[in-house]
Structure formats: structure tokens, C-alpha cells
């Protein structure tokens, strides 16, 4: 039996669907869920979240924020969230080069505009990593000549 799942970030929602398992990156660590999970009311930090559907991996990343879970459904909101194939690479690029651009810069290091540019460079890593992840998931088709 599934449990159901529900992603919406500050302006969206994100992900609704039955699932077999919720993976999410927990305050502390990596937290399973699992149908009929115990109540849990938990802060994710910026991580990847893997839903299981049908068998199949999907993959958000999520820039930190709450997960609510009660025995029949799991519900994330998170500050902002991106489906692995909704993830714009090239604007994930330019996001990480301004970030880079601005720690290079010689701001102080505990300015606000530093700490921006570093939370804007783990966004940005994140987001690469999972539209990567993604595409190296799909499976390879050998074709024997
Ligand atoms: P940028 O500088 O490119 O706006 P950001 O890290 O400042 O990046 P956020 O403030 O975290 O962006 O997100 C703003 C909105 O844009 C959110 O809805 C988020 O899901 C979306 N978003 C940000 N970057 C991407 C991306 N590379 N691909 C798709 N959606 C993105």
C-alpha cells in the first residue's frame, strides 16, 4: 500500500502522487519513509529528495524547508524545489558562476553578500547535481555491431 506524497514550494506545487518510499534530507540526516510511517514533523536541509513510484526514481532538489508526516501521506514545503527534469542546466551554470564571481570578489568573508554567494553556489551544485544524476540514470541501450 502506497502513501501519499505532496512537494509545493513558496510558489508552486511541485509533486503530488502515490508513492512507495519518500527519501528525504533530513536536518540530521537521510530520513526513509515509509507507508504507515510514525508522525514526524522534522526541517530538511538543501539535499536531493527521492520519491519511489511504480518501481521508478523520481528526483527533486530541494532548498531546505519542512516535512510533515502522518501514517497516510507526507507533505513537503519547501523553500524552493525543482523535479530533475524541470531544471533549467544552463541557468544552474550562470547562478553558479555569479557565485563564484561574487566569493572571488574580496567581500568579507561573514558579509551578507558572502553568505548569499555561498547558500547561491550549494543551490546551484544541488541543482546540477541532481539534473545530472538524472540523466545519468537512464538506462544504457548496448547495441552489439
Ligand atoms: P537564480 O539566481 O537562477 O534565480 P536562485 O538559486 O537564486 O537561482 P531560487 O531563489 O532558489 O533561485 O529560486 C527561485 C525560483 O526559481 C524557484 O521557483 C526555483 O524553483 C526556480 N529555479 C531556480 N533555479 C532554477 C533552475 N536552474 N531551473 C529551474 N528552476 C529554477
Same mark, same amino acid.
Given at each position: ?14 509533486? %503530488? ?82 557565485? %563564484? ?45
Amino acid at each position: 500500500m502506497p502513501i501519499r506524497c505532496e512537494i509545493v514550494s513558496q510558489d508552486r506545487a511541485v509533486f %503530488e502522487g502515490d508513492v512507495d518510499i519518500v527519501v528525504a534530507p533530513g536536518a540530521d540526516g537521510e530520513l526513509g519513509i515509509l507507508p504507515h510511517h510514525a508522525p514526524l514533523l522534522t526541517t530538511l536541509k538543501p539535499g536531493v529528495l527521492r520519491v519511489r513510484q511504480g518501481g521508478r526514481d523520481e528526483l527533486f532538489a530541494i532548498s531546505g524547508g519542512v516535512m510533515e508526516v502522518r501514517p497516510d501521506i507526507v507533505t513537503v514545503l519547501a523553500d524552493a524545489a525543482e523535479a530533475a527534469e524541470e531544471i533549467d542546466i544552463s541557468r544552474a551554470e550562470e547562478a553558479r558562476r555569479r557565485a %563564484e564571481e561574487s566569493l572571488r570578489s574580496g567581500v568579507p568573508r561573514n558579509s551578507e553578500v558572502y553568505l548569499a554567494a555561498e547558500a547561491a553556489l550549494r543551490r546551484s551544485n544541488l541543482r546540477l547535481q541532481v539534473a545530472r544524476r538524472r540523466r545519468g540514470s537512464v538506462p544504457r541501450i548496448d547495441i552489439n555491431l
